[in-house]
């Protein structure tokens, strides 16, 4: 498996997926990769593909259908030395785990006194808009940020994808990496051999003077869409890709909000207990001087998500509302 960028100028973020893993699987032999449907069918979104063929079944291992099993035997094997990176098929099942996530594997360090870490990633593909159903859809990030002891990426493009990835895998602290399902078939430049992005370290990916946008995974590109009608009516948005929740880099959010005085968040996790309301939190406590008018949350309807396209539509955030929420602050 070549690295891509010999291969063409473009990638897609599920290849961006398997390159990140293969890059660091080259680089270091205690990285080994486990999930369903792995190996030879190269992962149910193809973001494996070339991993088997690459490294072999030693270093690549296809689990039964027990998410228990999955990240139990990913702990254990972090413990002992390995760099683990186990993949749960959808963001949803990671309830069928949540024992392991939640409670042992984020806290083994710090009950240890620092003698164990246990430095391993689970990649899941995670949220909505392509019509799979209440099961299979949600936006599950903010489960993660419920829980100390675990860092959280969700990156919104082919090359954050791979040098966050490169982050996640180094880590000496267990990583939740959200891959959006969304966002799969995205095209990017491919970054450069040694590419790795610093986990909280947030991107301004479009300057503006009037409003601050941020987004989180699928959500940047919304954003990105929503600034870009403003701009036909005269509003400038900046938009902000926070990348990560865990650590999160509020220093760019407040010195965005230095710069236009506006903030909505854009978050497809709804609305009841999403990241947006911890962002907000902070920005009150640390930026309230900074703001010139109330800030806004555009996310995702309390409600389990629609099966159908037009009703699943209607409960995750679009360009169009956060038009309305910006104009809205315009108006204030």
């Known amino acids: 498996m070549a690295d891509v960028r010999t291969d063409r100028d473009v990638i897609t973020y599920r290849e961006a997926v398997a390159e ?3 890059r ?9 990769c486990l999930g369903e449907d792995i190996g030879a069918a190269g992962g149910v979104f193809k973001t494996t593909v070339g991993l088997l063929k690459e490294f072999g079944p030693e270093r690549v291992w296809d689990t039964p259908i027990s998410e228990q099993a999955i990240v139990g035997a990913a702990m254990g094997a972090a413990m002992t030395g390995m760099r683990p990176v186990a993949e749960i098929m959808f963001s949803d099942f990671l309830a069928c785990c949540w024992d392991y996530l939640a409670n042992e594997i984020p806290k083994v360090r710090y009950m240890t006194g620092g003698q164990v870490t246990v430095p391993l990633v689970v990649r899941t593909a995670n949220g909505g808009g392509l019509g799979f159903g209440a099961q299979h859809s949600q936006a599950t990030e903010n489960w993660a940020l419920t829980v100390p002891g675990l ?3 969700a990156p919104a493009t082919p090359a954050d994808v791979i040098g966050m990835m490169a982050a996640a895998v180094r880590s000496d602290d267990p990583v939740v990496f959200f891959e959006h399902k ?8 491919p970054p450069p051999p040694g590419h790795v992005v610093e986990l909280g370290r947030a991107a301004v990916v479009r300057e503006g003077a009037d409003v601050t946008l941020v987004a989180l995974a699928a959500m940047v590109p919304v954003a990105l869409r929503a600034a870009a009608l403003l701009a036909e009516e005269g509003v400038d948005a900046e938009v902000v890709d926070l990348r990560s929740l865990v650590p999160l880099d509020t220093a760019t ?3 965005s909000l230095a710069r236009t005085s506006r903030l909505v968040t854009v978050e497809e996790n709804p609305y009841q207990g999403g990241w947006g309301a911890t962002l907000v939190s902070v920005v009150a406590d640390e930026g309230f001087s900074l703001l010139d008018a109330p800030v ?3 996310a995702g309807e309390c409600v389990p998500l629609p099966f159908a396209d037009a009703l699943e539509e209607r409960v ?14 315009a108006a204030y």
């Open 296 to 298: 806004r949350r555009v």
């Open 316 to 329: 995750i955030p679009t360009a169009d509302k956060v038009v309305a929420a910006v104009r809205n602050l």
């Open 182 to 189: 969304g966002l799969l078939a995205g095209k990017g430049a």
């Open 20 to 22: 990140g893993l293969a």
């Open 253 to 255: 959010v407040l010195a």
């Open 24 to 32: 660091e699987m080259r680089r270091d032999a205690a990285v080994v």
């Open 151 to 153: 860092k959280i990426a």
